[in-house]
């Protein structure tokens, strides 16, 4: 079978169009999560009333994750090309889309994060305190495991952020699904290949939606348990 559903594109480069974002998507991801997720906690504590309330380190990283989301990724991608090439020493290919991915996600899961933390009951920092926790503690122990739920559901929904940012990532051969489409689909007007490649980019969303909840609801009720 050389062709997929009568086009030029053969099976093994959507295929292979699956594994660039695939690896994109994860690795920007973990990436991201690494320094993302202390800075939603950091952004959760350091708030006016927050347990560790610190105007400065807020007004900060407020400051900074707020001008990051307010730039389109595709904007984001062009303004940070000498970044790009600097450290992955191009500016094309999957590895260099991962680091505008990267710079994009950061702030998304940090806000995302924050969000969580702050719908954890105030009664949760009453009973930390009782028991003598310190901040770190706190965070750890109590914050943390009682927002669990929540924060799995911002990972699945920063994930599909991302999923969305790779396909624009294609507009600079930034290679995976969104590359194919643009490459074969809007440039040599494949409608098959677009077709395929929304398919193929609704599924996956739907699947990581699907397991983040499934993983956000067990994460809930063991936590009751």
Request: charged share 10%.
């Amino acid at each position: 079978m050389s062709d997929f559903l009568n086009t030029s594109v053969p099976l093994s480069q959507y295929m292979q169009a699956f594994d660039d974002t695939l690896y994109m998507v994860s690795l920007s991801l973990l990436i991201g999560s690494v320094i993302g997720l202390p800075v939603g906690v950091l952004l959760a504590i350091t708030r006016d009333n927050g347990l560790w309330a610190n105007r400065i380190i807020y007004a900060v990283l407020n400051t900074v994750v707020n001008i990051v989301r307010s730039v389109p990724f595709i904007i984001l991608m062009v303004a940070i090309m000498p970044f790009t090439r600097l450290v992955v020493h191009t500016s094309i290919g999957t590895n260099a889309a991962i680091v505008p991915l990267v710079v994009y996600v950061i702030p998304y899961i940090g806000r995302l994060i924050e969000s969580a933390i702050l719908e954890v009951d105030p009664g949760i920092y009453e009973a930390a305190e009782s028991l003598g926790a310190g901040p770190l503690e706190t965070i750890r122990y109590f914050i943390i495991p009682e927002a669990k739920g929540s924060i799995v559901l911002a990972l699945t929904t920063a994930t599909i952020g991302l999923i969305g940012a790779t396909a624009m990532a294609g507009t600079i051969g930034g290679g995976g699904i969104g590359d194919l489409a643009i490459s074969y689909g809007y440039q040599q007007f494949d409608t098959v290949v677009i077709l395929v490649t929304v398919l193929i980019l609704i599924v996956i969303v739907q699947l990581v939606q699907s397991f983040g909840n499934w993983y956000a609801r067990k994460s809930r009720h063991g936590r009751k348990g």
